[in-house]
């Protein structure tokens, strides 16, 4: 799988030892950044992984930053990004099952890497299930357009 990473300097350790982890895994990485521990601000880069989702250059993208919450919310404003903060397994599960989410976030600062490492797992290997949850999404999306005119 490809997938596109980046977050802020309060998230670059972990996004680094994610790379590892992922590389490991046998997956493409895409390191959109940040590339140090000097701070910067986040929306540039999680609107980066976003749209590296969103045009299929990545399948999935994870966005790292001190809680997740700034992370997730610029993810989320490139249409068509379904950004989900997961910082324990259960919501890794259902953001994917119930969601289809495409783009995972995590707080660097609340998350250990060992538990970062089963999120992103739990993230990538739980398939979408379909059936009332694809209304769910139809309506979603019909709200984003609806928003974007």
Not at 16 to 38: A, F, N, R
Not at 87 to 95: K, Q, V
């Amino acid at each position: 799988m490809r997938i596109a990473i980046g977050g802020d300097h309060a998230g670059y350790p972990l996004k680094q030892h994610l790379i590892g982890v992922l590389k490991e895994w046998d997956h493409d990485v895409d390191d959109l950044g940040t590339h140090s521990e000097d701070p910067v601000d986040y929306p540039i880069y999680c609107a980066a992984v976003g749209r590296a989702v969103v045009s299929g250059a990545a399948e999935t993208g994870i966005v790292l930053g001190g809680s997740g919450q700034g992370e997730q919310i610029s993810a989320n404003k490139v249409h068509g990004v379904r950004a989900a903060l997961c910082n324990d397994l259960y919501t890794a599960r259902m953001a994917r099952a119930h969601n289809n989410a495409n783009v995972l976030s995590i707080g660097a600062r609340i998350v250990a890497a060992e538990l970062a490492d089963e999120i992103a797992r739990i993230f990538l290997t739980t398939p979408f299930e379909g059936g009332r949850h694809v209304r769910r999404l139809e309506e979603i999306s019909a709200i984003e357009t609806e928003e974007a005119n």
